[in-house]
């Protein structure tokens, strides 16, 4: 897990910083594909990408053999 980094011009006062972004994995656990479903500020759209594209996932498992997946993942990022 890689924490996203929130952008130096993203407002406290703006929507909780918060995107979501769909995710496939291949067999190995390795993100192979993200795409950004939403977003509480266009500011967010990169960062998001960029955490989630360096993390590991356990990849699925069907009939005993390892599966890829994909699945929509929230990321929230934290206010300092």
């Known amino acids: 897990y890689v924490p996203p980094r929130l952008p130096a011009g993203y407002d406290a ?3 909780s910083p918060r995107a ?3 995710v496939i994995i291949d067999i190995n656990g390795r ?7 939403s ?3 266009p500011i967010l759209v990169e960062p998001a990408l ?3 594209r360096k993390w590991r996932f356990t990849p699925g498992r069907k ?7 994909s699945f929509i993942l929230p990321v929230d990022f934290r206010l300092n």
């Open 13 to 15: 006062g703006e929507p």
């Open 20 to 22: 979501e972004v769909a």
């Open 31 to 37: 993100v192979t594909d993200t795409r950004v479903v």
């Open 39 to 41: 977003a509480a500020s």
């Open 50 to 52: 960029d955490a989630v």
């Open 63 to 69: 009939d005993n053999q390892l599966i890829g997946m």
